[in-house]
Each structure stands twice: as C-alpha cells, then as structure tokens.
C-alpha cells in the first residue's frame, strides 16, 4: 500500500508539473522539428536530469524505429530561418552543461546510430566540477575539457552556449547578461574555431 500511495503522488505531481508547463508555454509547434534535451548519461546520481546509458539507448532506437531522423543544428536553423521546410519526424538532440562522462557514455551510442548532437557549453567550468548543483553525495561531475571538446568537433557534435557561469539570467543586471552572453560565445569560437550559433538559457529562465 505505501508504494501505491508513492506512486499515486509521483504521478500526481507529474501531472500538476505538465499543467503548469501547458499554461505556461502553451502547446509545441505541431509543423516542424522538435528538441530533445538531455544532460547527464551516467549509471545513477542523486537527482532528476540522468538517464542510463542503456534506457537512452532503448530511447534512440525507439524514435528511429518510427521514423523519426536526427538533424543537426545547422538543419533545424535552416528551418527557423525559412531556408527549408522542416517535418515534425525531425529531432535536434541535444545535451545541456557539457559533462565529461557524456564521451565515454552518450557519443559512442551516436556514433553507431550516425546521429547528430548539439552540446551546450559553460565556459568557465572546462574541465571543471561544477557549482551550481545541490551538494548531494555522487553528483560532482566534471565537464569536457577544451581538448575533449575539440575532440568531440570531429565527431559530428556541434556547439552552442550554456552561458559563462550557468547563472539565472533573469536575476543579472545588463550588463552581467552581456558577459554571461557575448564572452562565454567568444571563448567558445576561440578555443573550437567555429562560430556559436545557438544559446540554452540556465535552468530554462528567461525573461524581456
């Protein structure tokens, strides 16, 4: 009976959760690519943004078995910009922060699929543990070094800004928006030698 109860709130919860969303954001565009968004591929950790390595994979080959095709980045902005017609099968995959692990657990499970990833990067903690996650036991994880991330370049990823510091956007004046903006994508362009094309705001936060 106790589990019953736990799961009768979990979904109750979840489903008070996709409320808020719906009224919030309103409903996806029904005529175009979508976006899937993930951040940590790893076998456990003490929060709610991981999958395993073995459920993503089972994920992937689900989307493909229905017809679902990856694109890149430069596909899916072609699209926004009018450049081509997109279809609602089409998927962005992509990965928010940058974390280390995600060489060794989530490319090599694209790279058998042939699938494109766009990964979103926060500058000032290349090779670094983060700080801005709750101190939890087994949830420090460090983020791709430069070398990884050039790596990476060569290996059908991609690169977008997570901002310089992974800070709440909404809670800066301007002109700290403009460095968390304009020097996480120059350091980025610096040290990969291709342009930045795209932002992921932190925890999703954005306003005016």
């Known amino acids: 009976m106790p589990g ?7 979904f109750a ?11 919030r954001w309103g409903d996806p565009p029904r005529n175009g690519p979508g976006v899937l968004a993930y951040h940590k591929v ?18 992937l080959d689900t989307l493909l078995r229905c017809g679902f095709v990856f694109i890149d980045q430069d596909d ?4 926004l ?22 060489a060794s657990t989530a490319v090599p499970l694209l790279e058998e699929r042939g699938i494109p990833a766009l990964f979103f990067l926060v500058t000032s903690y290349a090779g670094r543990e983060n700080a801005w ?8 994880f460090d983020h791709l070094s430069w070398d990884e991330v050039r790596d990476l ?17 909404t809670r800066l004046g301007r002109e700290k928006v403009r460095e968390e903006l304009v020097i996480s994508k120059e350091i980025i362009e610096s040290e990969t030698g291709r342009p930045v094309k795209s932002f992921s705001y932190p925890f999703g936060r954005t306003n005016r």
């Not at 919860?13 to 009224?23: E, H, K, M, V």
């Not at 009018?82 to 990965?95: A, P, Q, Y």
């Not at 060569?154 to 709440?168: E, K, P, Q, V, Y």
Request: proline fraction near 3%.
């Open 13 to 23: 919860l979840a489903g008070f959760s996709y409320l808020l969303w719906r009224i």
């Open 133 to 140: 996650e709750l101190p939890l036991p087994g949830r420090k």
């Open 76 to 79: 899916f902005l072609a699209v």
């Open 153 to 169: 370049g060569g290996r059908n990823i991609s690169f977008g800004s997570h901002g310089r510091s992974h800070l709440d956007l």
């Open 42 to 59: 790893t076998s456990f950790e003490l929060g709610g943004t991981w999958i395993t390595p073995g459920r993503f994979a089972s994920q």
């Open 4 to 10: 019953l109860v736990f799961l009768f709130v979990l």
């Open 81 to 102: 910009e009018g450049r081509r017609r997109g279809d609602r099968r089409e998927i962005l995959l992509t990965f928010d922060d940058g974390y280390r692990m995600l």
